[in-house]
């Protein structure tokens, strides 16, 4: 079965904590994408990546970072940085990044304690 | 930036057609239109989307007016399960963008 997983589903962080949401597709895309949805919003683009071991920043970059050390993983770490983590998170895969129809995961909840 | 203007929310009765429409006067030649949906607390899923020709799957059709405008998605016969924010986009092929621009979309609520 095809598709885009995404782990946890809930994940809780305390104060001054790094945690890293997982993001796995079987789809052999080539481009993955991050995006945070606040309640009642759209979709900002935190990371995106193009190809393994290339990455560029979006939209809302700063107090996350990402690593695409392999075509079907794209890991997001939410940092202490970040200083209101508290959101959806929603990963994409895309054939490329050329236009191409985006299929997303269904998500992770980030609650900060 | 939301290139796309879609009514906050509407209702449908179950069985019928649901027409949501979407307004686009500043699209592009070469930008499509998307179409997303969002079931509470899951990831958005796509449901379809055309340049300029209208377009039907196994899911919905899209209409798009000749002008290029406007569009409007149809469910032709809605179900509970279809209760949704729908989200329209606009986003050019080619290698010119990377992300999807998701707005506030239509909050469609099938009435048994």
């Known amino acids: 079965d095809g598709g885009i997983t995404q782990s946890p589903k809930y994940l809780f962080r305390k104060e001054g904590q790094n945690v890293t949401l997982s993001c796995e597709q079987n789809?052999?895309?080539?481009?993955m994408y991050w995006y945070r949805q606040d309640p009642g919003q759209g979709l900002r683009l935190i990371y995106y990546?193009?190809?393994?071991?290339?990455?560029q920043k979006g939209d809302i970059a700063e107090g996350y970072s990402v690593s695409r050390e392999k075509k079907e993983s794209f890991p997001l770490t939410v940092t202490s940085a970040q200083k209101n983590p508290t959101a959806f998170y929603l990963c994409?895969?895309?054939?490329?990044?050329?236009?191409?129809?985006?299929?997303f995961g269904p998500g992770t909840r980030l609650l900060v304690l | 930036d939301a290139k796309t203007t879609q009514p906050p929310s509407m209702d449908c009765a179950e069985g019928r057609a649901a027409n949501l429409p979407c307004n686009h006067s500043?699209?592009?030649?070469?930008?499509?239109v998307y179409w997303y949906r969002q079931i509470h607390s899951q990831g958005p899923q796509y449901i379809i989307h055309g340049l300029k020709n209208n377009e039907t799957n196994e899911m919905a059709s899209l209409i798009i007016t000749e002008d290029r405008k406007s569009s409007t998605l149809i469910l032709p016969h809605a179900t509970l399960r279809d209760t949704a924010v729908y989200y329209c986009i606009v986003r050019p092929r080619g290698n010119t963008g990377n992300q999807f621009y998701f707005g506030t979309g239509t909050s469609l609520t099938v009435i048994p």
């Open positions: 500043t699209i592009s030649g070469n930008e499509y």
């Open positions: 994409a895969s895309s054939i490329a990044d050329s236009g191409e129809t985006q299929y």
């Open positions: 789809l052999n895309h080539d481009a």
């Open positions: 990546s193009q190809i393994v071991n290339d990455f």
